[in-house]
T-cell receptor
């Protein structure tokens, strides 16, 4: 099992450009997440998808959109990149779905995408 | 709203010293608690978790954490650290029995171990 994979690993964008970060998991997890990690601020949730076909905003959704393409894939799109979106982006997945309490639902993380917006 | 506080931003210890990293959360109901570790250049990995039962939880690599409900705390401990423990440590909390599995992370504590 590859676990959670993310592409690309690194990306440099100019202000106003758009791009999509890809995430896929092969663990048959219901839930998937996108976080950004900034120094001194820990991980902040951008969007999550509790199950296939649903997406919800997290703590910092502005400037981002997501698509839960199928159970495996969850992409994050920046429509018009801004320097404030320079960050490391992590995708994660977990087993817990809607109205189900799974005692093993810790999140599994991908390797991250380091994005710089100039 | 839920929040997680990690009061130590950077901790520097010598090898073999004992470690305690503080974590406090704000949430009145049932919670699930986690400690994640991020080694340099790597992604986050689960160190240990608490859902219910014995409040003293043992994790990988000799780490343990104690859930003290009255203090809303879940401090991470290790009796004797090694150079390989150099990493960033994140405490996290999620509501128990929730229909969505959001986890809120603390801001992290960077641990540096002097050889």
């Amino acid at each position: 099992n590859a676990g959670v994979t993310q592409t690309p690993k690194f990306q440099v964008l100019k202000t106003g450009q758009s791009m999509t970060l890809q995430c896929a998991q092969d663990m048959n997890h219901n839930s998937m997440y996108w976080y950004r990690q900034d120094p001194g601020m820990g991980l902040r949730l951008i969007y999550y998808s509790a199950s296939e076909g649903t997406t919800d905003k997290g703590e910092v959704p502005n400037g981002y959109n997501v698509s839960r393409l199928n159970k495996r894939e969850f992409s994050l799109r920046l429509e018009s990149a801004a320097p404030s979106q320079t960050s490391v982006y992590f995708c994660a997945s977990s087993t817990q779905g809607r109205a189900v309490r799974d005692k093993t639902y810790e999140q599994y993380f991908g390797p991250g995408t380091r994005l710089t917006v100039t | 709203a839920q929040s997680v506080s990690q009061h130590n931003h950077h901790v520097i210890l010598s090898e073999a010293a004992s470690l305690e990293l503080g974590c406090n959360y704000s949430y009145g109901g049932t919670v699930n608690l986690f400690w994640y570790v991020q080694y340099p250049g790597q992604h986050l990995q689960l160190l240990l978790k608490y859902f219910s039962g014995d409040p003293l939880v043992k994790g990988i690599k000799g780490f343990e954490a104690e859930f003290i409900k009255s203090k809303f705390s879940f401090n991470l401990r290790k009796p004797s650290v090694q150079w390989s423990d150099t990493a960033e440590y994140f405490c996290a909390v999620s509501p128990g029995y929730s229909s969505a599995s959001k986890i809120i992370f603390g801001s992290g504590t960077r641990l540096s171990i002097r050889p």
